[in-house]
T-cell receptor
Framework: NAGVTQTPKFQVLKTGQSMTLQCAQDMNHEYMSWYRQDPGMGLRLIHYSVGAGITDQGEVPNGYNVSRSTTEDFPLRLLSAAPSQTSVYFC????WGRGDGYTFGSGTRLTVV | AQTVTQSQPEMSVQEAETVTLSCTYD???????LFWYKQPPSRQMILVIRQEAYKQQNATENRFSVNFQKAAKSFSLKISDSQLGDAAMYFC????????????FGEGTQLTVNP
């Protein structure tokens, strides 16, 4: 049981480049989400999904796209990277309708130069 | 919108002593969940303890306990017999009772444990 797997762990991009952060979970969790972590700001929600084919925006969605074609996978796409997107990104999942805490991936440290 | 506030950016404690981390939140809901997460230097987010708002009894997990004051919207974390391995960033988080609701985080408190 791997939990939530995020790849890559580290990435450096040039301004304007695009890339996809991968997230996969093997716990059959309906709910998946992407957060970014910045110093002094905690974790802020980018996008989330309540099931395959259903996604919605969080607090800071601009510059990011998501899709959910399967229950297991929830990739995050950066369309045209900007220095303001330098951050640590976390994918997290949980069961629907439960008050459980989320299960988090190990994070991706992204630097945009 | 719900907000979570951690007013202590940094805290320190001597090994074997007790420390309390503060958290307040704002919500109009009556049913919700509160969490404390630990983030060590490895960056992994680890669930420390959770509290259901409808339960009056404070949650406890070994050396970790909470003081949940629903009327005051306060949710502090007490770490007893602090250990070097407790050094980490700690996040308070809130989640509505509604199915599939999002997790809202505070800004975090960096805890240092001095030997």
């Amino acid at each position: 049981n791997a939990g939530v797997t995020q790849t890559p762990k580290f990435q450096v991009l040039k301004t304007g480049q695009s890339m996809t952060l991968q997230c996969a979970q093997d716990m059959n969790h309906e709910y998946m989400s992407w957060y970014r972590q910045d110093p002094g700001m905690g974790l802020r929600l980018i996008h989330y999904s309540v099931g395959a084919g259903i996604t919605d925006q969080g607090e800071v969605p601009n510059g990011y796209n998501v899709s959910r074609s399967t229950t297991e996978d929830f990739p995050l796409r950066l369309l045209s990277a900007a220095p303001s997107q330098t951050s640590v990104y976390f994918c997290a999942s949980s069961l629907w309708g439960r008050g459980d805490g989320y299960t988090f991936g190990s994070g991706t440290r992204l630097t945009v130069v | 919108a719900q907000t979570v506030t951690q007013s202590q950016p940094e805290m320190s404690v001597q090994e074997a002593e007790t420390v309390t981390l503060s958290c307040t939140y704002d919500t109009s809901e009556s049913d919700y969940y509160l969490f404390w997460y630990k983030q060590p230097p490895s960056r992994q987010m680890i669930l420390v303890i959770r509290q259901e708002a409808y339960k009056q009894q404070n949650a406890t997990e070994n050396r970790f306990s909470v003081n949940f004051q629903k009327a005051a919207k306060s949710f502090s974390l007490k770490i007893s017999d602090s250990q070097l391995g407790d050094a980490a960033m700690y996040f308070c988080a809130y989640r509505r009772e509604t199915s599939g609701s999002r997790l809202t985080f505070g800004e975090g408190t960096q805890l240092t444990v001095n030997p």
